[in-house]
């Protein structure tokens, strides 16, 4: 069975200063996997994918991502925070369906972001 | 353009009782899956529909059912609610050409009393 890890349940950043959010999963073929964040009381937007290819993505709101294999990582990162990016986010690997479409996607528990001023 | 539209926000219910969640997909979306997401967690795949029928599902009891319209809206019912069921519940679409890219609506926020 898939799974996602977050090994970090929080995380506190100054605003400016570099970030990366760990994210490991297991899976047992080629995987599609997200990043998405949530702000307080919202849904999720997505931020980058990965589907194959560059193992090294890029995103909305200056975020990229690298892919792994040989970690089974997929670590999200942006070279200077800003205030606005505290939110929740969270890691999540699909699949094409076996039948054509979309999968269900599995969710880490997520890694919340706090931005000190 | 619309993005996923979900209805309602918001909803009391009591134990026992029943409840329809409903969702919009974004304009040309044909496929829609629903989360369930309890405070401080996760979402967790409940179903997809796709073609009007459950194609996948989760790890979710019978009580958990669901229906999509030709249109591709979609409905989420759950019968004899558990004080466990309270969650915001998420709804994303997708089209079924593309790779798995879902879209994500604001959700409805379930409290089973």
């Known amino acids: 069975a898939q799974s996602v890890t977050q090994p970090d349940i929080h995380i506190t950043v100054s605003e400016g200063a570099s970030l990366e959010l760990r994210c490991n999963y297991s899976?047992?073929?080629?995987?599609?996997l997200f990043w998405y964040v949530q702000s307080p009381g919202q849904g999720l937007q997505l931020l980058l994918k990965?589907?194959?290819?560059?193992?090294l993505v890029q995103g909305i709101k200056g975020f990229e991502a690298e892919f792994k294999r040989s970690q089974s990582s997929f670590n999200l990162r942006k070279p200077s925070v800003h205030w606005s990016d505290a939110a929740e986010y969270f890691c999540a690997v699909g699949a094409e369906y076996s039948g054509g479409g979309a999968d269900g996607l599995t969710f880490g528990k997520g890694t919340h972001l706090i931005i000190q001023p | 353009d619309a993005g996923v539209t979900q209805s309602p926000t918001h909803l009391i219910k009591t134990r026992g009782q029943q409840v329809t969640l409903r969702c919009s997909p974004k304009s040309g979306h044909d496929t829609v899956s629903w989360y369930q997401q309890a405070l401080g967690q996760g979402p967790q795949f409940i179903f997809q529909?796709?073609?009007?029928?459950?194609?996948q599902r989760g790890n979710f009891p019978d009580r958990f059912s669901g229906h999509q319209f030709p249109n591709y809206s979609s409905e989420l019912n759950v019968n004899a609610l558990l004080l466990g069921d309270s969650a915001l519940y998420l709804c994303?679409?997708?089209?079924?050409?593309?790779?798995?890219?879902?879209?994500f609506g604001a959700g409805t926020r379930l409290s089973v009393l």
């Open positions: 990965y589907f194959s290819g560059d193992t």
């Open positions: 994303a679409s997708s089209l079924v050409t593309t790779k798995n890219i879902q879209y």
């Open positions: 529909y796709y073609e009007e029928e459950e194609r």
């Open positions: 899976y047992g073929a080629t995987p599609y």
